[in-house]
């Protein structure tokens, strides 16, 4: 098979008693595009650190065009052409570009860094694939879709034959993820092959030539994109069907409860004049592009950013919280959108995760209850349905998916009167993506307030009962969601661009 660029073949791997890879086989073909799909905990990342060197496998074999290999390392892999886009890209963000790019091949003329020839190669580089990126910017100060852009560049400057690209749209606006797709179809015109990794259903159908499908550490589905549908996919990786992909919004808000009045922030990016009210048990999703303000405005409502004036107005009662302890006293929780950067403890375990926020629930006389705290980190771990070996397992050892149910976990311990979460389901597969739902529905229904921010217009429109359109720091309006379509929300978030 000439046209083959990589194959695993019964590829199985173990951690002790727990099997995560049960003798996987993929296929991927010059010039195309494979969709991996599969739950979070299904093992699509384990499957890819095998690929890369980072776990050694027990068994099974990985092959590119047509040669046995066996990577020590992601160098070992790059420097044979596999490269990999992570969905948090690792950069040095206080370097160039270009630094970036030539990072640990750096060429030298005459013993000395030969900073001429990396300028010209990394410009004649962009422009190859049509990218429009300064190659003397600092990393830090660009969009996540140009950073995205400069690790496929990256990629290819190491003549890539295939680049798996992990959740690529998780940050992108919905204009560059139109960018990004025009990239891969270009260089898929020129015979790079891609593994596509993605919970957006929607994006695998559109950039896909074939899709494969994880379920428990079995290949449970491998296909070509047009002879399968949406429904056939979602059943191939929950193992079962799912009728809707939303569950019923059957919450009934009652009277006002909170109110936002004339808020500006402080500092930059600077918040202007945003006022709105949510009612008990509401559920209120703020949309807008990115950028556009919305994760600035959750931090402002629970402590995090400077309110320069305006009010916050609790069951009638003015408030100004300096810091998020406060926003806690007052029965405030925040899901971050960024998990890994501030949302949990990446060196500790999914117990210490769970309980962080509430210490002084687990105290018997004066002293902190392992027991308490092993029974709560267990509790979670069943009401999330957490995919776990146990509540003594560090939580960088779960998949991104399963990360955000610890922390969504932690908070739901302090059973919080108004929950604030931003893109509570970003990185998560379909099947936990329902019971995230179903769990904001039930808090809703049970008097909870609930605040969410998505940059996924059909989620927004799936699960709330108004939505706040935000553009450019700016409220562009407020509507009910029953009454509004996606044509009313983008024109709303393009007011006043």
């Not at 195309?32 to 099974?60: H, P, Q, R, W």
């Not at 606006?173 to 270009?186: A, G, P, Y």
């Not at 989620?459 to 553009?471: K, P, Q, W």
């Given at each position: ?316 009662k003015k408030l100004r919280f300096n810091s998020s302890k406060e926003a806690m006293a ?168």
């Amino acid at each position: 098979m000439d046209d083959v660029v990589l194959e695993i073949k019964n590829l199985s791997k173990s951690f002790a008693k727990n099997k995560v890879l049960d003798g996987i086989s993929l296929t991927v073909k010059k010039g195309s595009v494979m969709g991996l799909m599969g739950e979070n905990g299904a093992g699509k990342s384990t499957m890819m650190k095998c690929l890369f060197g980072i776990y050694a496998k027990d068994e099974g074999q990985i092959s590119l065009l047509g040669k046995p290999v066996d990577f020590k390392n992601p160098k070992d892999a790059l420097e044979n052409g596999v490269a990999m886009v992570h969905q948090e890209l690792n950069q040095c963000l206080d370097r160039t570009v270009t630094d970036n790019l030539f990072l640990g091949r750096y060429p030298t003329r005459f013993g000395v860094i030969d900073e001429q020839k990396m300028a010209k190669e990394s410009t004649q580089l962009f422009a190859s694939l049509n990218m429009n990126v300064n190659p003397k910017s600092v990393m830090r100060k660009m969009s996540v879709s140009q950073r995205q852009m400069v690790e496929i560049a990256k990629a290819v400057s190491y003549d890539a034959k295939i680049i798996v690209l992990d959740e690529p749209t998780s940050s992108l606006t919905e204009r560059e993820v139109k960018k990004l797709f025009s990239i891969v179809n270009d260089l898929r015109s020129k015979g790079v092959s891609f593994v596509y990794i993605s919970h957006k259903i929607d994006e695998i159908f559109e950039i896909c030539d074939e899709v494969s499908v994880l379920r428990d550490g079995n290949m449970v589905m491998s296909k070509p994109i047009k002879e399968t549908d949406m429904n056939e996919l979602i059943s191939a990786m929950v193992g079962r069907s799912l009728d809707k992909r939303y569950p019923d919004v059957d919450n009934t808000p009652g009277d006002v409860y909170f109110e936002v009045r004339n808020l500006t922030t402080k500092y930059d990016p600077v918040l202007e004049d945003i006022s709105f009210s949510v009612r008990k048990g509401e559920i209120f999703g703020l949309y807008g592009l990115v950028g556009a303000g919305r994760s600035e405005l959750l931090e402002s409502l629970f402590g995090v950013r400077t309110i320069a004036s305006g009010d916050m107005v609790l069951g009638g009662k003015k408030l100004r919280f300096n810091s998020s302890k406060e926003a806690m006293a007052y029965n405030f929780a925040l899901v971050t959108e960024e998990r890994k950067l501030n949302g949990m403890f990446g060196k500790d375990t999914i117990k210490f995760n769970t309980v962080i926020t509430n210490l002084e629930s687990y105290k018997t006389f004066g002293i902190l209850s392992e027991q308490k705290m092993l029974e709560a980190a267990n509790r979670e771990i069943k009401v999330m349905r957490t995919k776990c070996v146990s509540a003594e397992e560090n939580i960088t050892s779960l998949s991104g998916g399963n990360q955000q149910k610890v922390i969504i976990g932690k908070w739901m311990e302090r059973s919080p009167d108004i929950f604030l979460m931003d893109e509570p389901t970003r990185g998560i597969d379909v099947g936990a993506k329902y019971e995230i739902y179903q769990l904001i529905i039930n808090m809703a229904k049970e008097g909870k307030t609930v605040i969410v921010v998505s940059s996924e217009m059909p989620e927004i429109l799936g699960i709330t009962n108004r939505i706040a359109v935000m553009s450019n720091h700016r409220l562009a309006g407020i509507v009910n969601t029953k009454e509004t379509d996606q044509e009313e929300l983008l024109r709303l978030s393009a007011k006043y661009l």
